[in-house]
């Protein structure tokens, strides 16, 4: 492995291949090799998957550099983001809110990035029931006690750990999440494959680990922070921005950042000079890394410091506490 960190780092995606996937990330700069292609996971390290980086580097390689490049303090690295299309619904699901002996808990949000017309997203309940009256309902196809949230593009839908979704036909989002894998799958709409076969249920785990309260504010308002900076989201695991305009300059101060860009016409200028930043490409910064964005439309995640973050940036911009306290649907 090289011996001194880049400023910056392209990530190299990986795609999987889904039942209910199909090839609209070909418009976000994807390679398919299929018309399947449901997921392209862009930064993230788990057991059996580490980011490629580029020049000898991955994600896990920098994650157990003592130098602690990324500011982890020993930690693993916390966030996966992806790129999901649903050319057919997905599986009405959940996420652990909490560790369990049979999973890490889950809590993600959604950018839509594309979406027909009528689209919306299945979360939350919308009856009060008890958790096992309301998996073992939602586990008979009954879509009557699941929430519909009408969503377009640029919307942001805040998922906690524990909360039953599902993304619809036709919506292609960028997702921020926990760095887990865990999911308890409750109803798949009677999906079969070539064999005949059901994908796994997961139906006790589910009432084990379902939130069943209902819940109001998961579409998040976004604040505006300033010109050409919204921020959509925060939450204790995550926070996520939208910059676009002229030029903006991204620094690592304190902790990595990710930068995803979402329009066709960027530039990203560092330290070896001004580069490309395509549609759908996904770039890191390290502790100390800087880059100056040139238009385009650009996702920046990162870990926050909730008050310094979020809440005192929101104040300094006119919004209130409850205003900033929103971006995470008040779970903070």
């Not at 997905?90 to 990035?113: C, I, M, N, Y």
């Not at 689209?119 to 009060?128: K, T, Y």
């Not at 919506?171 to 064999?195: C, K, P």
């Not at 991204?250 to 066709?264: A, N, P, T």
Request: glycine share 12%.
């Amino acid at each position: 492995m090289p011996e001194t960190p880049r400023q910056h780092y392209r990530c190299e995606p990986v795609l999987f291949e889904r039942p209910w996937g199909g090839n609209a990330l070909r418009r976000w700069g994807k390679r398919l090799a299929s018309d399947n292609v449901g997921e392209s996971w862009e930064l993230g390290d788990l057991l059996d998957f580490s980011t490629d980086l580029g020049d000898g580097f991955t994600l896990g390689s920098l994650v157990a550099d003592p130098a602690d490049p990324l500011g982890l303090c020993g930690k693993p690295f916390p966030l996966l983001v992806k790129f999901l299309d649903a050319r057919t619904n997905l599986s009405v699901q959940l996420h652990p809110f909490r560790e369990t002996h049979d999973g890490l808990p889950k809590t993600e949000a959604w950018l839509v990035l594309e979406a027909p017309a009528g689209a919306a997203v299945l979360l939350g309940v919308a009856r009060e029931l008890s958790a096992r009256e309301l998996i073992e309902g939602v586990a008979k196809g009954d879509m009557e006690l699941l929430c519909r949230i009408p969503v377009q593009p640029g919307d942001v839908v805040f998922v906690p750990g524990g909360t039953l979704h599902a993304l619809t036909e036709g919506l292609v989002v960028a997702e921020v999440q926990q760095s887990s894998d865990t999911t308890w799958r409750v109803w798949d709409w009677d999906r079969r494959d070539a064999a005949g076969n059901g994908r796994a249920l997961h139906i006790e785990q589910a009432i084990r680990d379902v939130n069943s309260a209902i819940r109001d504010g998961l579409k998040i308002a976004p604040l505006s922070v300033g010109e050409g900076r919204e921020l959509l989201c925060a939450c204790q695991s995550f926070a996520f921005a939208r910059n676009w305009g002229a030029s903006r300059t991204v620094r690592g101060d304190s902790g990595f950042r990710i930068l995803v860009q979402l329009e066709d016409g960027g530039t990203l200028v560092g330290a070896c000079g001004e580069e490309k930043f395509s549609k759908g490409q996904t770039v890191l910064l390290p502790v100390g890394g800087e880059v100056e964005l040139r238009g385009g439309l650009v996702m920046e995640a990162w870990v926050p410091d909730l008050e310094k973050d979020i809440v005192s940036l929101a104040l300094a911009h006119g919004h209130s506490r409850e205003d900033a306290r929103a971006l995470g649907a008040g779970t903070w």
